[in-house]
């Protein structure tokens, strides 16, 4: 079949038949497609969807265009779980949620992806890790999934390898908002990584890529129905990204601030409820349990230090100190400059203008305008800010982290034009909106 034939069919708005979608994913990875192609298709799936046949058919041929994982003769496969978020700012609920679960009894191969447009990557967190391999073999993520409980990784070149050639594509030509794009990528990965239970957590609010309830009903539902209809436990949890989750925003800040979730009482509320709803409809789905067990599961494996002694060994295991949380500010040592930003008014923050905040981030180096950017992963934000709290001439919005007075100067003024202040009193949003099963 003839590429563009394909891409004009699909510019017209009609729907693709298995075969042409087929065409399309093996295009993928054999370059029968061209880049200039794929991005051209992509953007017109954009603009004109796909049906939920069609994202059927794109998610299996995508899963199939490489290995898939079989845990049975490893580990329990019953007890194999993973979790994926729909991406926003300071979302860093993988880098606790995994080692939560791994020290509940349940083993997590997560296969993780780099930043994509405004919003930050967990690979590249751990990128800012000291040693941390993020592309160790099969056999050896294999194995410290069996030894530790988890291991977060990323793309292996043989698992849904046509998903990993599209996915950076459509982060530099402008697709990244697309459902059926959203819902093929994100379950080809997991369905090829061998899961019985998935947790989705779809961001909504204006640091999202979904700006309103809507798209973002839609989106968990495809997600859902499609998930469902692999024979995966699924269950999606629609959260808010009206602001930065947790108090960072940044690698090596975020790290940080993950290391003292799971070691001190230091945790910010926001991103406490939403691991927490997360990890808790996991263990629910995976051992039939009550949300309020499943809480005093989570609770006993934070306090006792078990979650934080499973982090450190997912650390060690894939190539990164071998005592990290006694050594992390050191490993970690951020050498950015660091000023206070003040808004220099009194009130109550209004409204984030969080995508901007996260497109500021890239401006200064925190994130890619191109895929073969470097990433400079000391940059970032922290304790910053959120809708609800009151500020006043004295009240840092924000701590930032920069490479030199130059940046810092040419991004403060942009970095106060995100936040809203009134002055009245401001309820602050809800974290979780709904659950779709």
């Given at each position: 079949m003839i590429p563009q034939e394909i891409i004009r069919k699909k510019r017209n708005?009609?729907?693709?038949?298995?075969?042409?979608?087929?065409?399309?994913?093996?295009?993928?990875?054999?370059?029968?497609?061209?880049e200039a192609q794929i991005a051209a298709m992509s953007m017109a799936i954009l603009l004109n969807g796909m049906n939920a046949e069609e994202t059927v058919f794109m998610t299996d041929a995508m899963t199939k265009s490489g290995d898939t994982l079989d845990w049975s003769k490893i580990v329990d496969n019953n007890l194999v779980c993973d979790k994926h978020s729909t991406g926003g700012v300071g979302d860093k609920t993988s880098?606790?949620?995994?080692?939560?679960?791994?020290?509940?009894?349940?083993?997590?191969?997560?296969?993780?992806?780099?930043?994509?447009?405004?919003?930050?990557?967990t690979l590249d967190k751990f990128d800012s890790i000291p040693g941390y391999n993020t592309s160790p073999d099969l056999d050896t993520f294999k194995r410290v999934v069996k030894e530790v409980g988890c291991a977060i990784i990323g793309q292996t070149d043989n698992l849904a390898p046509a998903d990993k050639k599209l996915y950076s594509i459509r982060d530099v030509v402008g697709t990244v908002e697309s459902l059926p794009l959203i819902t093929s990528s994100i379950l080809s990965k997991k369905i090829a990584s061998g899961l019985k239970t998935l947790i989705l957590d779809v961001k909504v609010g204006n640091g999202s890529f979904n700006s309103t309830m809507e798209v973002?009903?839609?989106?968990?539902?495809?997600?859902?129905?499609?998930?469902?209809?692999?024979?995966?436990k699924c269950e999606a949890i629609i959260t808010d990204m009206n602001q930065v989750l947790g108090r960072s925003a940044g690698h090596t800040l975020e790290v940080i601030e993950?290391?003292?979730?799971?070691?001190?009482?230091?945790?910010?509320?926001?991103?406490?409820?939403?691991?927490?709803?997360?990890?808790?409809?996991?263990?629910?789905?995976?051992?039939?349990?009550?949300k309020e067990e499943s809480l005093s599961r989570i609770n006993e494996v934070i306090s006792n230090g078990k979650a934080a002694e499973r982090f450190e060994k997912m650390i060690t295991a894939l190539g990164g100190?071998?005592?990290?949380?006694t050594t992390y500010k050191t490993d970690l040592k951020n050498n950015c400059l660091k000023e206070d930003i003040f808004i220099n008014k009194q009130g109550f923050i209004k409204e984030i203008k969080t995508r901007e905040l996260g497109l500021l981030l890239i401006e200064l180096g925190g994130g890619r305008k191109q895929t073969t950017d470097?990433?400079?992963?000391n940059v970032g934000?922290?304790?910053?800010?959120?809708?609800?709290?009151?500020?006043?001439?004295?009240?840092?919005?924000?701590?930032?982290?920069?490479?030199?007075?130059?940046?810092?100067?040419?991004?403060k003024e942009k970095i106060k034009e995100c936040f809203i202040i009134t002055e009245s009193e401001v309820t602050k949003p809800k974290e979780i909106y709904k659950v779709i099963n």
């Amino acid at each position: 079949m003839i590429p563009q034939e394909i891409i004009r069919k699909k510019r017209n708005n009609h729907p693709l038949s298995k075969e042409e979608i087929n065409t399309f994913v093996q295009g993928l990875t054999d370059n029968s497609f061209s880049e200039a192609q794929i991005a051209a298709m992509s953007m017109a799936i954009l603009l004109n969807g796909m049906n939920a046949e069609e994202t059927v058919f794109m998610t299996d041929a995508m899963t199939k265009s490489g290995d898939t994982l079989d845990w049975s003769k490893i580990v329990d496969n019953n007890l194999v779980c993973d979790k994926h978020s729909t991406g926003g700012v300071g979302d860093k609920t993988s880098l606790v949620l995994a080692p939560i679960l791994a020290s509940c009894g349940l083993f997590v191969p997560m296969i993780s992806g780099r930043g994509l447009g405004h919003t930050g990557g967990t690979l590249d967190k751990f990128d800012s890790i000291p040693g941390y391999n993020t592309s160790p073999d099969l056999d050896t993520f294999k194995r410290v999934v069996k030894e530790v409980g988890c291991a977060i990784i990323g793309q292996t070149d043989n698992l849904a390898p046509a998903d990993k050639k599209l996915y950076s594509i459509r982060d530099v030509v402008g697709t990244v908002e697309s459902l059926p794009l959203i819902t093929s990528s994100i379950l080809s990965k997991k369905i090829a990584s061998g899961l019985k239970t998935l947790i989705l957590d779809v961001k909504v609010g204006n640091g999202s890529f979904n700006s309103t309830m809507e798209v973002s009903n839609k989106l968990a539902n495809s997600l859902v129905n499609v998930a469902n209809g692999a024979g995966l436990k699924c269950e999606a949890i629609i959260t808010d990204m009206n602001q930065v989750l947790g108090r960072s925003a940044g690698h090596t800040l975020e790290v940080i601030e993950c290391i003292e979730y799971l070691t001190t009482s230091n945790k910010n509320k926001r991103l406490e409820v939403i691991v927490n709803s997360l990890a808790a409809s996991i263990l629910m789905m995976v051992y039939d349990i009550s949300k309020e067990e499943s809480l005093s599961r989570i609770n006993e494996v934070i306090s006792n230090g078990k979650a934080a002694e499973r982090f450190e060994k997912m650390i060690t295991a894939l190539g990164g100190p071998s005592s990290f949380l006694t050594t992390y500010k050191t490993d970690l040592k951020n050498n950015c400059l660091k000023e206070d930003i003040f808004i220099n008014k009194q009130g109550f923050i209004k409204e984030i203008k969080t995508r901007e905040l996260g497109l500021l981030l890239i401006e200064l180096g925190g994130g890619r305008k191109q895929t073969t950017d470097q990433i400079n992963h000391n940059v970032g934000y922290d304790n910053v800010l959120g809708v609800g709290e009151q500020v006043d001439a004295s009240t840092p919005i924000l701590n930032l982290y920069s490479k030199s007075d130059q940046d810092c100067d040419e991004i403060k003024e942009k970095i106060k034009e995100c936040f809203i202040i009134t002055e009245s009193e401001v309820t602050k949003p809800k974290e979780i909106y709904k659950v779709i099963n």
